[in-house]
């Protein structure tokens, strides 16, 4: 996403009664302002993961999909969006406030605006990859605001001056970034090459120590299993849990495990998280020893 200019879209501009009465609407219908923080961001990482899905793809980018993809994508962004926010469809994808808005998604940077959205109100939504950011905003697609140019589709993107005629709902707030993507290849390629979920989650967990992984993270790396959380309990010596031990690493879980966490110094783990450690000294064994948890010396040196 390039720099955000300062917008314009202020008491005395000819579209700021709209766009705000629009904006505040949207807001309202996702819990407020810290209710749309919290929803926004998870929904664009799960709708853009899910598509690319790594797990049986072995893909990690936006970049990989295929064209008729990245169309689907911003149709699920579209129905997602209208169903959290229980919006009507209209002529464009939704009606607020008794006005058609047409909602595009980006990854690129700039948005894909259709002859039938120009001089209607878009909901622009975007992920800035690189950044781990997000935006969410509201512009007038009048013809002044767009490029002159179009594509064979006849499509316009927003000019340079637009982005100064986007009002911004969120402007750059955190977005999770894509587990996998934040992996060497080799490891990536290494856990989805494993012959059974047991071997997929010990290679995941023995190759990222020290950083919470989430219950979703654990059901791809486990595979197509009826029961993937039984990969990481003890199983008569052949679990995830208890081979990791084996190799000096435990397997931590963010709830029953929050005060071992801590004290381990790890970083802050929620309740749905998992963290694995591997335990390099005396001090560590004796630490877990104190909260039951037994690590042979043989496997801490």
């Known amino acids: 996403m390039k720099a955000i200019p300062r917008s314009l879209i202020i008491p005395g501009h000819p579209d700021f009664e709209k766009l705000n ?13 810290i209710g749309l923080i919290q929803w926004f961001p998870k929904m664009l990482r799960d709708a853009v993961d899910e598509v690319v899905d790594t ?5 990690r980018s936006y970049d990989e999909l295929e064209k008729t993809e990245k169309t689907y994508l911003g149709t699920k962004i ?14 464009l994808d939704f009606v607020i406030q008794n006005c058609d808005v047409d909602l595009k998604f980006t990854i690129g940077g700039n948005w894909m605006i259709p ?4 001089g209607h109100v878009c909901l622009l939504a975007a992920i800035d990859e690189p950044k781990s950011q997000c935006f969410l905003g509201l512009i007038v697609a009048h013809p002044a605001n767009l490029t002159s140019g179009a594509n064979r589709d006849a499509k316009r993107t927003v000019a340079a001056t637009g982005f100064q005629e986007i009002h911004w709902l969120l402007n750059g707030v955190p977005c999770p970034q894509n ?3 934040t992996l060497p290849s080799n490891l990536v390629d290494a856990v989805f090459t494993g012959k059974t979920g047991n071997d997929r989650i010990v ?17 791809e790396a486990g595979g197509e299993q009826r029961d993937f959380m039984r990969r990481i ?3 008569a010596k052949r679990g995830a849990r208890d081979r990791l031990l084996q190799e000096g690493v435990l397997l931590l879980q963010g709830n029953y ?13 929620s309740p749905s998280e998992f963290i694995s450690h591997r335990v390099i000294s005396e001090a560590e064994r004796a630490i877990c020893a104190s909260y039951g948890r037994s690590v042979p010396a043989a496997l801490s040196s």
């Open 55 to 59: 797990p049986r793809t072995r893909r």
């Open 115 to 118: 002859t039938e959205a120009v």
């Open 78 to 91: 579209e129905i997602l969006t209208r169903a959290k926010l229980d919006l009507p469809k209209g002529r």
């Open 179 to 181: 587990f996998w993507r």
């Open 203 to 219: 290679t995941l967990f023995s190759g990222v120590l020290d950083r919470p992984v989430a219950r979703r993270i654990i059901e």
């Open 257 to 269: 495990d929050a005060d071992l966490i801590k004290s381990l110094g790890l970083p802050e783990t």
């Open 21 to 33: 009465d629009i904006g505040l609407e949207v807001v309202r219908r996702a819990g407020g302002t």
């Open 233 to 235: 309990r003890s199983d």
